[in-house]
C-alpha cells in the first residue's frame, strides 16, 4: 500500500503575518505622537503659507453704499464705486492691497469735518469684505448710521479671492524676479569656490603628514560657532568706506555681490570640509599601492583613484552649500547693499512693507530651489556605494617634504582667512569709536544702552539654545529609535522618514513666516504659544530635525536587532533595553546631536526673525538690530559673546562627553 503526501496549496493557503507585539504597539504609539508634532510644526505651517500665496485682496468699491443725512432727510444710497469714479481717489493700481489693507471712508467725501453735525450711513452689499469701527469689525449687510466724529473712524477692508495674481505681480516686477538671478548666482560661485577650498584643506589633512593638523581643525570648524552675519561685520571693518584695508578692492564696493560671496565662503567652508573629509578618510589603501606598482604619477592617481572614490562626497557638499548660501538671510542683510536676494526680500515684504501675501510668493519661490538641491543631494547619496570592504586597508599619507609644505601653506593661508575675519570681529568690539579713538576697551558691551534687548537678550539665547538642546535631543533620540526599532508598520515608518527628512529641505526664512500664518491664527487652539520662548524652541528644533535625526539613526543603525530579540525571549520590555543598553551604547552620538542642537540655537537667526517678541528678543537677532541702528562695532562685540558661549559649550561637551565615555563606553576598550 503505498502513501502520498499531500502538500498544502500555497496558493490558496492563508498568508501568515507576525503578531504585532505589545512592546512595537506601544512604539508606534510614541512614533505617531511625534510624527503628529512634525505634522503640526512642519507639514501644517507650510500648508498655511502655500495657501497664504494664492490669496489675493483687493477693495470692492461696488460692495459699499452709503447714504447722507441732509436738511430733513437721507440721500439716495450710492456706491463707494460710483463716488470714486467722480472724485478719483483711489486709483485703480491701489485697489489691490494685502490682507491688512484699510481705506478710509473719509476719502470718499472731499467736504468731509468731524466736527459737524451731518450723519451717514454705510453698508456692504454681501459679505465677500468688511469694514472696520475703530478695532471692531463689521460683516454683516445692515445699514449702520455714524456720527461724523464716528465716521472718521470707519474703515474698509479689502475682499479676498483665489488666485495666481500674486505670483503674476512677483514675476512682472523686475526688481523682485532680478533676486532670484542675483541668489542663484551667489549660490552657484559659492558654492565652486567653497567646495574647492574645502576639498584642497581635506587632502592636506588626510593626505599628507604635515604637522598641526589638530590645530588646523579646530579652526576649520570656528565658523560653525558664529553667527552668519558676523563675517559681515568683520568685512565692513576691513573693506568698508572707512574699512583697514580698503584699497585692495581697487574701488569696487564690498556692498553687493563680493562682500556676500566672501563672507557666505567663511561660514559655508566646515560644512563642506565635513563631509569631503569624511569622503577623503575612509580611502582604501591598496587602490593607491596598486597605482604606484602600475608606475602612475601621482597626477594621474589623483583623478583615477582620489577623485573617483570623493566624488559623492563632492556632490554632497556641493548641494549643502548651495543650499545653506540661497537660504541665508543675516549675511546678505548685512553686507548686501542694495543687491536683492530672495531671503531679504521676504524679510522686506514682510517687515518693510508688512505685504505677507507677497512674502509668501517669495518663500515659495525660494523653497523651489533649496528642495531641488536637497533632493539631488538625497537622490546623489542612494547612488553611493561601500568604499571599503573588510579586506580593506587604511590609507595612511607617506612622508613628502616638498608637498607637506605646500599643503602647511595652504592649511595656514585658509587658516588666517577664518582667524583674521574673528579676529577683526573682536577687535571691533573692543574699540571705542572706530576709525576716530581706536583706543580699546569694554563700552561696547554695555548692551543695556544699545538698540537690540540687552544683556537679556544674550541670556534668552542662552535660555533658547539649553531648552532646544534638551527637548529636541529627547525628541529626536526617541523618535529615531521608534522608527528604527519598530518592527513592521512599513508604510507608517516611511511616512515618518519622510516627515523627518522634511525640515533639511526648508529655509528657515519659510519655516518662520509659515509660522505667522499657521500660529498667530486666532482659531488655531495653539495660538497660546505665539510669542513666547514655546514657538522659538518649536521652530528651532523643527528646522535643525533632520540632521539631528540621522546622526541617532547611524549611531541605532550600529546595533543589531538581535538586542531586541534576546530582550524579547528573556520578556523584558523595551523601554528597559532602552535605558540600560541602547542608550548608554549611542551616548556619544546622542551628546553630539545636543551640541549641535545648542550650538544651531544660539547662532540661528533666519529661522526666528519673525517669531520674537519685545520679551524674548535673541542675541543673533540683537546683532541684527544693532547693526541696523548703526551700532556695528556693540553688534560684533555681541556676535563675539555668541562665539565665546559656543566655545564654552564644546569644551564642557568634550568635557562630560570623556567623562561618561569612562563609564559607559568602557566595553569599546579591550
Known sequence: ????TTLPDTDTAPLIRPKTSRDDKIKAVFMAVIGLYLVITLALPLYAMLSKSFSTYSFDLSNFEFQVYKIDSWSEPVTALSLNQKLNVVTPAELSTSSDGRLGVTAFFPDFSFRSITRYKIRQINLDSSFLVGSE?????????????????????????????NYKIYFSTPSLFKSIENSLFIAFVVMIITVSMAFGFAYALNRSTMRFKGVFRLIAMAPILVPSLLPGIALVYLFGNQGMIKGLLMGQSIYGPIGI??????????????????????SDGRLYEAAISLRASRWKTFWTVTIPAARYGLFSAAFVVF?????????????????NMLAVDIYKQVIGQQNFEMGAVVSVVLLLPAMFAFSIDRYVQKKQVAQLSAQSVPYEPKPHKRFDLICLFYSLLVAVFI???????????????????LSLGLSNYNFEVMDGGGWGSYFNSIKLAFFTAIAGTLMVFIGAYMVEKTNGLTTARSAFQFLAMMPMAVPGMVLGLAYIFFFNNPANPLNSIYATMGILVICTVTHFYTVSHLTAVTALKQMDREFES???SLKQPFYKLLFKVTFPVCLPATLDISIYLFVNAMTTVSAVIFLYSPDT?????????????????????????????NVAARLIHIFITRKLMIKTQAWRVR
Open 419 to 437: 582667524m583674521g575675519l574673528i579676529g577683526v570681529c573682536q577687535y571691533a568690539a573692543l574699540i571705542k569709536f572706530w576709525p576716530y579713538d
Open 323 to 339: 543650499n545653506l548660501v540661497i537660504t541665508d538671510f543675516g549675511l546678505p542683510k548685512v553686507i548686501g547693499g542694495q543687491y
Open 261 to 282: 560671496i566672501i563672507g557666505s565662503i567663511f561660514f559655508t567652508f566646515p560644512h563642506a570640509l565635513i563631509i569631503i573629509s569624511t569622503a577623503l578618510s575612509i
Open 1 to 4: 500500500m503505498s502513501h502520498t
Open 617 to 645: 528678543t535673541l542675541a543673533s537677532i540683537a546683532v541684527l538690530n544693532m547693526d541696523d541702528a548703526g551700532d556695528v562695532a556693540p553688534a560684533a562685540a555681541m556676535g563675539m559673546m555668541i562665539f565665546y558661549t
Open 566 to 568: 534576546v530582550a524579547s
Open 137 to 165: 469689525r463689521i460683516a454683516d449687510t445692515e445699514w449702520h448710521e455714524f456720527s461724523s466724529n464716528d465716521f472718521r473712524r470707519v474703515v474698509l477692508r479689502p475682499s479676498s479671492s483665489t488666485g495666481l495674481d
